[in-house]
């Protein structure tokens, strides 16, 4: 089976970098097809998509975070990271990552149990 585990600061200060790993077992970020992906829910929210990165390394953004938002892989590692730049309290929220097999949020099959990040001074 296939499992990930997000890791990273708990907390972060303003205008500083959070900055998540997210290790994967039972299966290689780099297999044909999968896409693997980085979600978030803020307090009293929905899930909001926020990027992923492909097998072979393409990332894609949600628009409104693209400027700030960096994903990266340590294949070695099988790794997949998040940064996200300049943060603000309003990025307080659970960050998930999981496994992406198809389009919407069926499509993600396999998830992180998520870790909360809160952005405080």
């Known amino acids: 089976q296939v499992q990930l585990q997000e890791s990273g600061p708990g907390l972060v200060k303003p205008s500083q970098t959070l900055s998540l790993i997210c290790t994967v077992s039972?299966?290689?970020?780099?297999?044909?097809?999968?896409?693997w992906s980085w979600i978030r829910q803020p307090p009293g929210k929905g899930l909001e998509w926020m990027g992923v990165?492909?097998?072979?390394?393409?990332?894609y953004y949600r628009p409104s975070l693209k400027s700030r938002t960096s994903i990266s892989r340590d294949t070695s590692k099988n790794q997949f990271s998040l940064q996200l730049r300049s943060v603000t309290p309003e990025d307080t929220a659970v960050y998930y990552c999981?496994?992406?097999?198809?389009?919407?949020?069926?499509?993600?099959?396999?998830w992180g149990q998520g870790t909360q990040v809160t952005v405080s001074s």
């Open positions: 999981a496994r992406v097999v198809a389009e919407g949020w069926d499509g993600m099959d396999y």
């Open positions: 039972g299966g290689s970020i780099t297999t044909n097809f999968y896409t």
């Open positions: 990165i492909s097998y072979d390394g393409r990332t």
